[in-house]
C-alpha cells in the first residue's frame, strides 16, 4: 500500500471513529463561538441558492466508500459540458483566481493553508480563504455551509478521496459544470448562455475572465447585479493570470478594456 493511501484511509478510519464517539458534537460546541466570528469576508458568507441540508450517518460513510456513485448521484446530466468544449481560457482564469496550485496538491493545499493564515493573522480576520477547487467541488456536491472542525475534516477527507478516484481534468470538469456563478446559473452551460449567449467554447478571455470571477461572491459579482463590480472582479482575474503565466501583462491590460455585451 502506498504511503497516499495509508494517509488517507487513517484519516478516514479517524473520522469515523471521532464522530462514531460523538467528536462532532463536542467539536462543534468547542468552536461555535469561534465560527460566528471568522466569517470569510466575501466567499464564505455567500448565500447559496438550494443549500444542501445535513446528511445522515449513513451518507457520510456511503460517499467515502462509494464516491463515484454518490457524485453520480448529485450531478445533473442536462447542460453538462465536457472539459474539451469549455474555452481553455475559462480553465486557465478559474486555476489561476481559484487555485493556482491545482496541478500539484492532492485535495488541499498546505502550502495555501499557511499562506492564508499568515494573510487573515495579519489582517486579524478572514481576509483570504484557502479552499481547493478539489473541496469547493466536494462542499458544492455533498456538505452544508456549516462551519465547525468535523464538516471541515469531512471536506478534507472527500477531497484526498476525489483525488484518488478522478484526474484532475475530470475534477476541473465537474466542477465547472456543478459551481454557481449568480443570477440563477448553475454551471459553465448555462452561465456562458446566460450571460453571453453563447457555448462555454466559445467564451473570450475577456468573457471567461468575467465569469471566472463571480464563484467567489456570486451574488455581488454578477454582471446584472453590479456590472462594475463584476469589471472590478475581472480585473482582479486577468492580473492573477499573468502572475501565474498564462498570459502577459499587455493582455491583461488589452481585455480589460475590451467591451463585454451581455445578453439582458
Not at 19 to 31: K, L, Q, R
Not at 62 to 77: D, E, F, P, Q
Not at 122 to 129: A, D, F, K, T
Not at 222 to 242: C, E, G, H, N, W
Request: hydrophobic share 40%; proline share 3%.
Amino acid at each position: 500500500m502506498s504511503i497516499s493511501r495509508f494517509f488517507f484511509f487513517t484519516l478516514v478510519l479517524f473520522f469515523v471513529c471521532f464522530w462514531w464517539a460523538g467528536g462532532n458534537t463536542v467539536a462543534d460546541n468547542a468552536t461555535a463561538k469561534i465560527s460566528e466570528t471568522l466569517k470569510d469576508k466575501v466567499n464564505l458568507t455567500e448565500q447559496i441558492p438550494n443549500q444542501i441540508e445535513g446528511s445522515s450517518a449513513f451518507d457520510r460513510i456511503y460517499r467515502i466508500i462509494a464516491l463515484k456513485s454518490a457524485v453520480n448521484n448529485k450531478l445533473h446530466t442536462k447542460n453538462y459540458t465536457k472539459l474539451s468544449n469549455i474555452s481553455t481560457n475559462l480553465q486557465q482564469s478559474i486555476i489561476a483566481v481559484e487555485d493556482s496550485r491545482f496541478y500539484e496538491h492532492s485535495g488541499f493545499d498546505v502550502s495555501g493553508i499557511l499562506r492564508a493564515s499568515l494573510v487573515n493573522l495579519q489582517y486579524g480576520h478572514i481576509e483570504e480563504g484557502a479552499s481547493t477547487i478539489t473541496q469547493q467541488l466536494v462542499k458544492n456536491l455533498f456538505l452544508s455551509q456549516e462551519r465547525s472542525m468535523t464538516r471541515k475534516a469531512e471536506e478534507v477527507i472527500l477531497a484526498i478521496d476525489m483525488e484518488a478516484n478522478y484526474s484532475k481534468e475530470q475534477i476541473l470538469e465537474l466542477y465547472l459544470n456543478t459551481i454557481y456563478f449568480g443570477s440563477g446559473y448553475y454551471g459553465i452551460s448555462d452561465a456562458a448562455a446566460g450571460y453571453f449567449g453563447k457555448l462555454p467554447s466559445e467564451l473570450s478571455l475577456a468573457e471567461a475572465s468575467m465569469l471566472a470571477g463571480l464563484p467567489n461572491a456570486p451574488s455581488l459579482y454578477s454582471p446584472y447585479v453590479d456590472f462594475k463590480a463584476a469589471k472590478t472582479r475581472q480585473a482582479i482575474v486577468l492580473s492573477t493570470m499573468v502572475k501565474n503565466g498564462y498570459i502577459n501583462p499587455s493582455l491583461a491590460e488589452e481585455t480589460k478594456t475590451t467591451p463585454v455585451w451581455l445578453v439582458k
